[in-house]
Every structure is written in structure tokens, then in C-alpha cells.
């Protein structure tokens, strides 16, 4: 191994003992980009790698509100610029349970090359809270978000750093997070959010955009197989939006999705959740519980296994982990391996450990493709949107969603071309590495030591 490349994870692995999420998506990265160390001794008297992986602030505030009983709560808000290089900090906030500094450090660290892929001016960022939405009401979510936004406001701004949802924010966190940063502000400046309504400046095709863009990804993996999307059977994890923007795309491509998941268990549907009526009613059975997917399979007859994930069934094509990071470990890289599916396509951020990863990668017949440049379709509309609200129009659907093709078009064909510049064959998961990286690492050169 490189021993540059060596002696950083050393130091990450002793700096940030407490931080697993984040060491483990840093020593990943590193070591796909490799080749690209190797041809740049310069790299090391501008100690880039330790640069690269320091995020340039990250801020921690408490996040004080009151149920609807008047009883006050305390928790934690983070936002991590990670890394500003070729725009402004840009990434989504995630309010859930689990939320701590190592899995915000390890998304905005993500953030910012899967930004990069996108071909957009768009830094990585990424922040949250701990807050548990589940069981909430509306006036307590409110409530929550404008105190959050108390605290986060001064750190961002239109040409600073532009939030957006993730999970457990969606279009309505982010309108009570806009209306209070508003309030603060006394400006109209809707280029501070994405993934807005569209009444004040959201762009058309966002709340599909992610899933949009996956299959549209998979679309290009399968061309380059001499394959086509047509009649494909897709196990999706998850049934959040990104999950179902993949649903709603592969039903209208004469592919389906046949296994979904949630915390509860799975959902296996042989006809396909692809008509209107079953999309919809995952939209309403979210909304109502985003921890129960049982619910569909009463409505509509079909089959539940509880507390159990699907992972090594062979009645698909191809496996989407669209739920959390590390939903796919050893255990259940073994059975897909051995289940013959030939394409794994990642969707979450990070939805894959390391040495699963490894395995996956490792095994001839499967085509792994990688979360940072599968997903990156989401970002990528939040980086139209906030064009079209800087010059203060909306673009249709067809613009947006044929800009949206493009982009996955095009970071499918650069991930290809990086990794066969360095000798790696079809290697999506390097490439996409590394073509991330060598945009960041230019543009952090060019500007000089900090
Ligand atoms: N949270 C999403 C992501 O992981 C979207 C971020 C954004 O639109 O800024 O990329």
C-alpha cells in the first residue's frame, strides 16, 4: 500500500477512535484512489490527504423546544462544511434517533465528492439533529424546526452553505426551517434551501430526483452490459422517497420493484409496486408511520416477512439498497453473492460495510455500483433549483428532468473513464472516487494552503 496513503489512515484511525461511521467511509475512499497518489508525490508537501479529510468547520449547538404539553427538551443540531473548494457547503440535514458527529462527519465527507460528480459548483456539507420525529405532531415538528433554525441561521446563506432535507425532512421541515430563517433574516433570499414547495421557489422533479436518477444510473450500467431495463425485477430496500422515486421510474421503464423494506420487516409484491394506487398509499402509510411497511402488504395481499431483511433472495435482477448506511454487512454480502444476482446497485449513502464492500467487489459476476455517484441525482436537481432561484424563474419538468438524465449520464461516463485512465477496467466504485476526488484536490491546490 501507499505508505502516504497508509500512514493517513493511521492517523485517522487514532484521531477519530469514536467516530466508526466516518473512519469508515475515509478509509474506503482512500483506498480506491490510490493509483491517483501514487502519480502525485506533490499531494504530500501539501499534506492534501489530511486537508481533505479535516472538515473546515463543523458546528455543534443545542436545540432547546416544547412539547405540546409545555414540557421543554433538549437536543443536539450539527452542521459540517466540510469541504468549500468548488462551491458553496451543499448537502441535506437529517433529523432521526441515531444522529451523532461521526455519521454527520461521515455524510458531508461523502457530500462533498458526490457534489463534485455532479459537474455542479456545489461544496459538501451535511447536518442534523437527534431529534426522534417519529410520533411527533405537527406543531412539535414546527416547533422544533424553528428553533433549530434560531440556531443555524448565522452559519448559512445562498452563496455559504445551502440545506436540504434528508431523512426525516422533507418538504414540510423544510418549509417551517425556510419561514423562520426568513423571519431572522427579514430577506427573501430562497437560494439558502432546497427542496422546497413549489409555491416559494422548489423546482419541479426534486422529490423524485434521487430515485430519478438512480435508475437512470442503472440504466447506463445496463447499456454497458448489452442489457436494458426492460422486464427487470428490482428488491429495493427502504420505502423512504428515495425508494419510491425508484419505484415510480421503474414502473414507467417497464421494470419493477418486487421486495421493499422498513424497520419491521419486508414486502414481497410479484406484480410490482409500480401502479398509482400502491405509490400512493406509500406516501400515506409514511406519513402516518415512517417504522411499519406491514401495512401494505394487508392492503394489498401480498407477502410479509417480519423482522427480516431480503437480502440473498434470486427472484430479481438487481438489488437497490435504498434504506441506511450498513444495511448490507458480511452476513448478507455472502448471501447476495451466492444468490446469482448479477447487478448491486447502492443507493443510500454508505448502505454497505466496508468488508462487505470488499467481498461484493470482489466477486466476479457481480456489477457493483456505488452510492456516491448513484444518489447523486438528488443534489444535483437541489443545484438546478438553486439556479433557477438565483435567476428567479422555474424551469418544467421535461427541462428539469432531462438536465437530471444528463448528469447521471454523464458521472456514469466519467466514473468509466477515471477508472480506465488508471488501469481498473469497469470499476464504478473507484472511478466514481476518483473522478470525485481529483475535481476537490485541483480546485484545493489552485487555491492554496488552508
Ligand atoms: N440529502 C441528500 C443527499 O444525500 C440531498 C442533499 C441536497 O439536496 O442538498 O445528497
Not at 292 to 306: M, R, S
Not at 339 to 344: A, E, L, N, R, T
Amino acid at each position: 500500500m501507499n505508505q502516504y496513503i497508509k500512514d493517513t489512515i493511521e492517523t485517522i484511525y487514532n484521531r477519530y477512535d469514536s467516530q466508526p461511521e466516518f473512519v469508515q467511509a475515509v478509509e474506503e475512499f482512500l483506498l480506491s484512489i490510490e493509483p491517483v497518489v501514487d502519480k502525485h508525490p506533490e499531494y504530500k508537501k501539501n499534506d492534501l490527504l489530511m486537508r481533505l479529510i479535516s472538515p473546515e468547520r463543523l458546528f455543534k449547538f443545542r436545540v432547546v423546544w416544547t412539547d405540546d404539553e409545555g414540557n421543554a427538551h433538549t437536543n443536539m443540531g450539527y452542521r459540517c462544511q466540510f469541504n468549500g473548494a468548488i462551491g458553496p457547503y451543499k448537502g441535506g440535514l437529517r433529523f432521526q434517533k441515531n444522529v451523532n458527529e461521526s455519521i454527520i462527519k461521515f455524510l458531508a465527507f461523502e457530500q462533498t465528492f458526490k457534489n463534485a460528480l455532479t459537474g455542479m459548483p456545489i461544496g459538501g456539507g451535511k447536518g442534523g439533529s437527534d431529534f426522534d420525529p417519529a410520533g411527533k405532531s405537527e406543531s412539535e415538528i414546527m416547533r422544533f424546526c424553528q428553533s433549530f433554525m434560531t440556531a443555524l441561521y448565522r452559519y448559512i446563506g445562498p452563496d455559504i452553505d445551502v440545506p436540504a432535507g434528508d431523512m426525516g425532512v422533507s418538504q414540510r421541515e423544510i418549509g417551517y426551517l425556510f419561514g423562520q430563517y426568513r423571519r431572522l433574516k427579514g430577506n427573501f433570499e430562497n437560494g439558502v434551501l432546497t427542496g422546497k414547495g413549489l409555491s416559494y421557489g422548489g423546482s419541479l422533479i426534486r422529490p423524485e430526483a434521487t430515485g430519478y436518477g438512480a435508475v437512470y444510473y442503472l440504466n447506463e450500467v445496463l447499456k454497458h452490459e448489452n442489457d436494458t431495463l426492460e422486464g427487470k425485477r428490482i428488491g429495493v430496500s427502504g420505502y423512504g422517497n428515495v425508494a419510491w422515486g425508484i419505484m415510480k421510474k421503474a414502473a414507467e421503464l417497464n421494470a419493477k420493484v418486487i421486495y421493499m423494506s422498513g424497520p419491521d420487516g419486508y414486502i414481497r409484491d410479484p406484480d410490482g409496486i409500480s401502479t398509482e394506487e400502491k405509490l400512493n398509499y406509500i406516501l400515506e402509510m409514511r406519513r402516518i408511520d415512517p417504522m411499519h411497511c406491514k401495512p401494505y402488504a394487508e392492503k394489498f395481499n401480498c407477502e410479509f416477512v417480519p423482522n427480516k431483511k431480503f437480502w440473498g433472495v434470486s427472484d430479481v435482477d438487481i438489488y437497490m439498497p435504498a434504506a441506511v448506511q450498513n444495511d448490507v454487512g458480511f452476513e448478507a454480502a455472502k448471501l447476495i453473492g451466492d444468490s446469482g444476482v448479477k447487478y448491486y446497485i447502492e443507493v443510500a449513502n454508505m448502505p454497505t460495510t466496508n468488508d462487505a464492500l470488499s467481498y461484493l467487489r470482489s466477486c466476479e459476476h457481480i456489477i457493483v455500483a456505488p452510492s456516491k455517484a448513484v444518489n447523486a441525482g438528488g443534489v444535483g436537481v437541489s443545484a438546478l433549483e438553486m439556479s433557477q432561484n438565483s435567476e428567479r424563474l422555474s424551469w418544467t419538468a421535461e427541462e428539469v428532468d432531462e438536465q437530471l438524465h444528463r448528469m447521471m449520464k454523464t458521472i456514469h461516463d466519467n466514473s468509466v473513464k477515471a477508472a480506465e485512465e488508471f488501469g481498473l477496467g469497469y470499476d464504478l466504485v473507484s472511478g466514481a472516487n476518483i473522478a470525485g476526488f481529483e475535481k476537490v484536490a485541483e480546485a484545493m491546490l489552485e487555491q492554496g494552503l488552508f
